[in-house]
């Protein structure tokens, strides 16, 4: 062991702070009153560095590196850090116009540094909601690019962020945190879903899309949010619920049926279309679900146990359907999983998997 902290309630886990030399998380420390603090540690040699508040009644969420949901409500915020101290705090609603706008409902941004910009979306209130299911409507979506540096929108657009669900030219897919990724992610194409119709579930369940729901996917231009391609998917639940994304063909392209009802490669870098067989080799993504004895309890008071974890990785085809696993895998596997000596290795639904690396 190199080092490690006093005794702490931790909210985030640790990650490389957007400066590259730093370790970062939010909660409080057992030898300190006051909560609510980024923490700081020096990666040599553990010692505290000063942090920013992010919030004085909880350790708030991190939403992409550098950007925090302090927790506040009435009205929600967003907040950003730089070298320890607060870089800005803003309503919400400043950067995402539609009413009941909430990451409550989940997020996914991106920082990508070299333009200065956070890009993503943040999630909505369901339209029916109850104890124990919710009805959310599809078309309720937004994707916004808003400046790192003080939180001033750049540009907004209907529909969803799905970069780090779906590849994105440039920008990363590991799964943990490393000096080489710790300034954020920088898709020189972004990915966003438009959408209609409603997705229903339970919370301790996958959601389910309506007969209704239709989807296209859009390519954009991050410094801009302007469109670049458009393709219509139609019913594509696995796309719309992501209970299972679109089987990945190659490092740019995955499978989707046409409007003709036959697979193709879209391409997802220009947005070109190539028809391929249904036995074509490919790579799929599934949520991971796991239990835990001890409950946690939902902001509507529920108990839960169900945990919805990262995205499985196996082989499969074009259709979706598992494969054996090979020897031989593509060069975008050990950028979502990890290579370490002479060995490639990914997270299965319920394995570790590990070939050696060719």
Avoid at 25 to 31: A, N, V
Avoid at 86 to 91: F, K, L, Q
Avoid at 219 to 232: A, E, M
Avoid at 307 to 317: K, S
């Amino acid at each position: 062991m190199r080092w490690e902290t006093a005794v702490g309630a931790f909210s985030t886990w640790p990650t490389v702070c957007p400066d590259g030399v730093t370790i970062c998380l939010t909660g409080q420390l057992s030898t300190s009153a006051q909560r609510g603090v980024e923490l700081r540690f020096d990666a040599h040699t553990g010692r505290q560095l000063p942090g920013a508040l992010i919030s004085k009644d909880s350790g708030g969420r991190e939403l992409a590196p550098g950007l925090f949901d302090p927790g506040q409500r009435n009205p929600e915020l967003l907040l950003a850090t730089s070298g320890g101290q607060v870089s800005w705090r803003r309503p919400l609603r400043s950067v995402f116009t539609l009413p009941r706008a909430s990451s409550d409902w989940g997020w996914n941004f991106d920082r990508v540094r070299r333009l200065g910009l956070f890009v993503g979306s943040a999630g909505w209130k369901p339209i029916k909601l109850t104890r124990t299911h919710f009805v959310a409507d599809l078309s309720r979506t937004m994707t916004a690019g808003f400046r790192i540096g003080d939180g001033a929108v750049a540009w907004r657009s209907p529909g969803m962020y799905v970069c780090n669900y779906l590849p994105c030219a440039g920008g990363s897919e590991a799964g943990f945190s490393a000096p080489s990724n710790s300034a954020g992610s920088s898709p020189t194409v972004g990915l966003r879903t438009r959408a209609v119709g409603t997705v229903s579930g339970s919370f301790t369940s996958l959601p389910v899309a309506s007969a209704s729901a239709r989807v296209t996917l859009e390519g954009f231009d991050p410094t801009t949010g302007h469109t670049t391609w458009r393709f219509y998917a139609g019913h594509a639940s696995g796309l719309v619920t992501q209970r299972l994304l679109p089987p990945r063909i190659d490092t740019n392209s995955i499978a989707l049926p046409s409007n003709r009802r036959r697979l193709i490669a879209l391409d997802l870098l220009h947005g070109r279309q190539r028809p391929i067989a249904p036995w074509t080799a490919a790579w799929c993504r599934a949520p991971i679900l796991y239990t835990q004895r001890t409950p946690y309890r939902s902001a509507n008071g529920l108990r839960l146990t169900q945990y919805v974890g990262q995205f499985a990785l196996y082989p499969c085809n074009a259709k979706g359907r598992r494969r054996k696993t090979g020897t031989a895998v593509p060069s975008f596997v050990p950028a979502i999983g990890a290579r370490s000596s002479d060995f490639i290795a990914w997270t299965d639904t319920k394995a570790v998997v590990a070939v050696p690396a060719h």
